[in-house]
């Protein structure tokens, strides 16, 4: 995940060289050079994110977007503890197919990643130059949920790409990712017939023990809800961490808009 780390955080530091008004003017970019390029850093930034996230293990392998068991399924894990199970060797037979749910699930979200990207890109093309400014400032307009209390929002950039494509991009991914759910995508069986295999094996060996029954979970939902979720906390913390020490990550004023090329 190095790469999409380096560009996200090339994306925020354009944002927080300039984060005010003044600097803008000192600096010499008009306006309307600086909101292209913003436009252009988001692109740069939302495709490779995209991109890297189709990867094989773009979400199954970084614990920050990483896709578990949808809530439904905690009984599940009470189980794996419980002395009874454990006697009895489920626990060990009941883990391997909680592996192979998440597995599954995670290459599912993975094989879909990238339809994310049009999405993206209407959203930036659609900016103005009220919504540069703002984003450059630290000006939260985007949050359905405000918090007046604070002046700067460190995450002004990623609510406003959450607000803009959010309701779309989940309209997008659900019936893309119900597609992948029960699809093979290389390994042997599919997310729900794997989920399927989970649900059948505790409810009818675990249940007797004295656990409650698992009804049927809408994984399509969850799994879509839950990609989006991880998109954005991974985007959200980058931001955070640029806003926090930005001269950290700039090597060099981005020269004029977007002439700045970033040195790994």
């Not at 050079?33 to 994110?49: F, N, R, S, W, Y």
Request: glycine share 6%.
């Amino acid at each position: 995940m190095k790469r999409i780390s380096v560009l996200i955080l090339t994306v925020f530091s354009f944002f927080l060289f300039f984060n005010s008004c003044d600097l803008l003017t000192e600096e010499g970019l008009t306006e309307d050079e600086i909101v292209q390029g913003l436009k252009t850093a988001l692109e740069i930034g939302t495709d490779t994110a995209c991109s890297d996230l189709n990867l094989v293990n773009g979400y199954y392998g970084n614990e920050l977007v990483k896709i578990l068991l949808p809530p439904e399924a905690d009984a599940i894990f009470d189980a794996l503890e419980n002395p009874s199970v454990v006697a009895l060797g489920l626990d060990v037979a009941l883990q391997k197919k909680i592996d192979s749910v998440v597995l599954a699930i995670n290459r599912a979200a993975e094989d879909v990643a990238d339809d994310a990207k049009p999405i993206f890109v209407n959203a930036i093309t659609s900016m103005t130059i009220s919504d540069g400014l703002n984003i450059l400032q630290g000006n939260d307009v985007y949050s359905v949920s405000q918090d007046t209390s604070i002046s700067f929002d460190s995450l002004a950039a990623t609510h406003f790409m959450s607000y803009m494509t959010r309701d779309e991009l989940f309209s997008l991914y659900e019936p893309k990712i119900n597609l992948a759910l029960s699809k093979d995508l290389g390994l042997g069986f599919s997310a729900n017939d794997a989920w399927a295999t989970l649900l059948w094996f505790y409810n009818n060996y675990i249940v007797i023990l004295g656990f409650a029954t698992i009804e049927e979970v809408d994984l399509s939902a969850y799994s879509a809800d839950k990609g989006l979720d991880g998109l954005f906390l991974f985007v959200g913390n980058q931001e955070k961490a640029i806003r926090n020490d930005p001269y950290a990550w700039a090597s060099d004023i981005l020269e004029k808009v977007f002439g700045y090329v970033y040195e790994e």
